[in-house]
């Protein structure tokens, strides 16, 4: 069974920073795609940032600039280094890990709240 495990949550005020990070354990050997997602309250689920196999990464208009998303070389790792956060980026993170089109996992979530 693949887990995944995501810490590195907290509250901070507007302007710091927080690194997220992603570990995935059990059966598996790496990942195709891993992402970041972010859900606030009463809000749908979005995408904030992924990264592909070959490295290429992909970020929400709204992190741009901001978020960095990178992995470990044995694909089963993912961090989300983020700075100069706003209050408007509190949310609930997840992680999500894909083998292939089908096949994804999610992690359990971590909390980011940013105060004004």
């Known amino acids: 069974q693949v887990r995944l495990e995501e810490s590195g949550g907290g509250l901070v005020q507007a302007g710091g920073s927080l690194r997220l990070s992603c570990v995935a354990s059990?059966?598996?050997?790496?990942?195709?795609?891993m992402a970041w997602y972010r859900q606030a309250p009463g809000q749908q689920r979005e995408l904030v940032a992924s990264?592909?196999?070959?490295?290429?990464?992909n970020y929400a208009d709204s992190v741009k600039g901001r978020f960095t998303i990178s992995r470990d070389k044995a694909y089963k790792t993912a961090y989300l280094q983020m700075n100069s956060l706003k209050p408007e980026d509190t949310a609930v993170y997840f992680c999500?890990?894909?083998?292939?089109?089908?096949?994804?996992?999610w992690g359990q979530g971590t909390q980011v709240t940013v105060s004004p």
């Open positions: 999500k890990a894909s083998v292939n089109s089908q096949v994804h996992y």
């Open positions: 059990g059966r598996i050997s790496s990942f195709g795609t």
């Open positions: 990264i592909a196999g070959g490295g290429i990464t």
